[in-house]
């Protein structure tokens, strides 16, 4: 028997035990290795809904994860058992115009893993065993843990983010927030040559770990006075999802500067996944190191704990739970 959790509402997660289901032709039963607790997923859990996506149906969330292949179906080429594997949480239709003319990452139908975006939702990866289309598996065969690869899915946002931003090499960049996907922009933006990154949260802690990863200088915003941060950016990146702090962006950058928005705004809560195949690569040769940012594992039966913890950014950058 497998455990899955489901979130059937507001603080409401239950759990129930299904037989793992049998792969077809393409399919490949994963075992959890570990998966990341997003705030799309904590928005779930305590909210019951993400922006506009509302729980009509128990849903499993969990869209950060890495696992462990147990079974194969019959015309699998890509991966065999035994071997771990990052997983892409984005599933493109394959049949639709963009699909067809290989811009799968633009599908009319995607479907996107843990999202009540569309009814009936697509369920997540917050359980011990479920299937996946072989083509959303990369196999790794490096010597990096499960943990490590589940950062795979959000480094790739960080990676998208900054490639919009455009060059930076020799520039001088702001990231707001300090959270998982800050961070890890702060990681992105140190490997495309920024000359000076410069982090603003609203809490001590987050800036903390930015600065453990790369920022050169961290800002509290609740103790600087706006006029502090005007034009100090050549480029900045809002990673806090959070109207505030697109508005410190928009005082912080020079004129004919750029700004990427990479954190989910509230009246909207939508999540854009990028292609996760360079992030894969930067995690196995540790170019990049996301250990500093995984603050605890917790197994899967204790989901609601890891939730709490998860919630509380005073203790906390990325919880992940564990099969």
Known sequence: MSLTCHIHASEDLRFTE???ATPGAH??????????????????YFHGKVGAFVIKEPLTPGHEASGIVEAVGSAVTRVAPG????INPSHACGQCDYCRAGRDNL???????????VFPHVQGM????????????????????????AFAEPLSVALHGVNRAGE???????????????SLTVMAARLAGAARIIVCDIAQR???????????????????????LQDIADVSLEAAGSAAALGTCLTATRRGGRIVQVGTLPAE???????????????????????PLLSAQLPLAQAVQAFQLAADKSRSTKVQLTG
């Open 18 to 20: 299904v037989e793992p």
């Open 168 to 182: 930076l090499l020799g520039k001088t960049v702001l990231v707001t927030g300090g959270g998982t996907i800050g």
């Open 206 to 228: 987050p800036l903390e770990v930015a600065a453990t990863v790369g920022a050169d200088h961290t800002i509290l915003t609740t103790q600087v006075p706006a006029a502090e």
């Open 83 to 86: 071997m771990k594997v990052a």
């Open 126 to 149: 917050f359980r011990q065993h479920f299937l996946m289309h072989e083509r959303q598996l990369t196999p790794v065969d490096a010597d990096i843990s499960l943990g490590e690869l």
């Open 107 to 117: 599908c009319r139908n995607m479907r996107f893993l843990g999202s009540a975006s």
């Open 27 to 44: 399919d490949v039963l994963v075992r959890l290795g570990a998966a990341g607790i997003c705030g799309s997923d904590l928005h779930y």
């Open 269 to 291: 809560g939508l999540h854009f996944p990028a292609n996760s195949d360079w992030a894969v690569q930067y995690l196995t040769t540790r170019r990049l190191d996301v250990r």
